[in-house]
């Protein structure tokens, strides 16, 4: 069965610079959620959308915004990175009236230097 | 404050030993989801179980079961004979039924060391 897909799955960045991750949901998913967990951290929630249109938003910095194309993809995009957004940063997706149930991506590593 | 609490930071076991992770939780609404993950040291987050809040039989799945409990708002993870393979950080999480798109809530996860 098709899963969630996430690229890359690692990136390394220097401070300041931006990154792009970007999410390919399950067929027929029509929500999209991002979190980040950082080391030694659980996975905290950072956005989500459905239907292309924000759905949910969460402690997401004001230098990243994301957002949700036709297809159902979606783009996390990161600016002036800091050393700090170095995580582990994953996409989940699930199908509306689905029980709740999210399918998790396999992650991005970000590592800022 | 948080949702999902799980006390135990980490666990270390010798192989073979049965082993149960906590998970409590903290909800308003009456209809709710519970879920354990397995993270591996690769990093992907592994679904192991989800658990609606109508539903408290407790369920076995292989070595592993649950056992989820509302009058004490916990959800329970054990590992019977554990394996080296049980090695991983695991991850209770909850997400509220309000409406179709609710984040999931982690806890702060358990790692569990499984020893030869």
């Known amino acids: 069965a098709a899963g969630v897909i996430q690229s890359p799955r690692h990136l390394i960045k220097e401070k300041r610079e931006t990154a792009t991750l970007k999410c390919y949901p399950i067929?027929?998913?029509?929500?999209v959620y991002w979190y980040q967990q950082g080391p030694g951290q659980d996975p905290q929630f950072l956005i989500s959308?459905?239907?292309?249109?924000?759905?949910d938003k969460g402690s997401i910095p004001d230098r990243f915004s994301a957002q949700q194309f036709s297809d159902y993809h979606s783009e996390l995009n990161m600016s002036s990175l800091e050393l700090g957004d170095s995580a582990l940063y994953f996409c989940a997706s699930s199908r509306t009236g689905r029980y709740n149930e999210q399918f998790f991506g396999p992650g991005t590593r970000l590592t800022v230097l | 404050a948080q949702k999902v609490t799980q006390a135990q930071t980490e666990i270390s076991v010798v192989e073979k030993e049965d082993v149960t992770l906590d998970c409590v939780y903290e909800?308003?609404?009456?209809?709710?989801?519970l879920f354990w993950y397995k993270q591996p040291p690769s990093g992907e987050l592994v679904f192991l179980i989800r658990?609606?809040?109508?539903?408290?039989q407790n369920e076995i799945s292989g070595r592993y079961s649950w056992n989820f409990q509302k009058s004490t708002s916990s959800f329970n993870f054990t590992i019977t004979a554990s394996q080296v393979v049980d090695s991983a950080v695991y991850f209770c999480a909850l997400s509220e039924a309000r409406d179709n798109f609710n984040k999931f809530y982690f806890g702060s996860g358990t790692k569990l060391n499984v020893k030869p």
């Open positions: 067929p027929r998913h029509d929500t």
């Open positions: 909800t308003r609404d009456t209809t709710y989801y």
């Open positions: 959308f459905y239907e292309k249109m924000q759905s």
């Open positions: 658990r609606n809040s109508f539903d408290e």
